[in-house]
Every structure is written in C-alpha cells, then in structure tokens.
C-alpha cells in the first residue's frame, strides 16, 4: 500500500520521536540526581540512562535513586534489551554503550579518569538514535561529557546543561558549553521539565555531522 505524504510524515515523526534520555553527573550529583529523577513521570514514554562516576567500588546508587523515583531503577546489563519508562545506571568499572536496541557493557580505556565515562555513552547514544537523544549534562568536575554532547548535537538530538551557578562543580556544564550551543541551560529544578518538554517538542535541528566525523565517532565506540 502507497503511503501519503501525510502519512509519510507521521512515520517520520514516530521515527525521530525523543525517547532516549542520558545523563551525566560527577561531583555534587547525587542530589542532583534525585531530585531530576523524582520529578519524572512514571509513565515517562523514554528509557532513561545515567552515568556518574563511581570507578570500580561496588554501587548501591541503583537503590538510592530508586527511594525517589517512580520509574524502575537497575544498573545496566550487558546485553539487556532497552525498555521505555526505566532507568539504567552504568555499573562500576563499565561503560555503558548502546546498539541495536540493546546496551553494551564495555571494559575500554578509561576516559576523563573514569569508567563508567559519560562520553563513551553520549557518543553511542548519538550514533545510534540520531535525532532521537536528549543528553543531559549535570555538575561535575573535568571535562567528561562535553564531546559526547557535541556529538549529539550533531546528530540533530536535544541538548540540555545545567547552569554552572547552581552546580556545586561547574567543571562539566562549563565545559559542555564551550563544545555546543545547548538548547536548554536551566538550573537544577529545571532540568526534569527540560526533559519531558523535549520529549513532545516537534522541532527538530539540522545534522550537522558529515559522513568522516560519523565514522570517527562510530570507531571510537567500538566496544572491548
């Protein structure tokens, strides 16, 4: 059956519509965390991915986050098939990637002095569901985030940064600001209603990443 151009555009919408959401937070982001997680709806239509840095020691952050949060909390999975309304939290020691619907568990190089990394995920969200992302960038001390963000700006996905003044380390969001021009900087208490308005807004950015940068980033996720 021919489809229409309205209908066309309806598949094109379903397609690229927002429901990837992934977070980065370091230093100071435990509270910060909370509060955005908290401020979600339960029947959030994305699946929502957090890393912070926790190195190699073991991680109770799944639990704690779940005291506040009304969707599910658990850490990541290798292999594990990506679910709507949940939240996946990178494990210790691993970063967290993404590919074809399902996450990747990867013991790769650390980056920024840290595994789980914030870019390593940001990078793969990109690739992977283009216009689809919203990235997330919270306090934090370093630089870790800021090239993931770059790279799903470029592929056309929404970017929010929390304001470095209500950062308790405004290392990351500064940093995440001079890589892009976000379309959201909000202060903390802002962040949760940045995200769900991202999910239903129908504007969409021109992809900027060329077909060399694509395969650039592509290489640098490969999992190991």
Known sequence: MLIGNAGTENMKRVLNARDIVVVAASLGGLQGLR???SSLPGDLPASVFVVMHIGAWPSLLPQILQTDCPL????AEDSQLIAKSTVYVAPPDRHMLMRDGAIVLSTGPKEHFARPAADPLFRSAAVEYGPRVIGVILTGSLDDGAAGL???DACGGFTVVQTPSSCVAPDMPQAALHAVSPCSVVPLEGI???VVSALTDDSRKEVSM???ERIAVETKITPT
């Open 35 to 37: 509060r955005i997680l």
């Open 72 to 75: 599910p909390v658990l850490h």
């Open 150 to 152: 770059k790279a799903i």
């Open 192 to 194: 949760a209603a940045a």
């Open 210 to 212: 060329g077909e060399r």
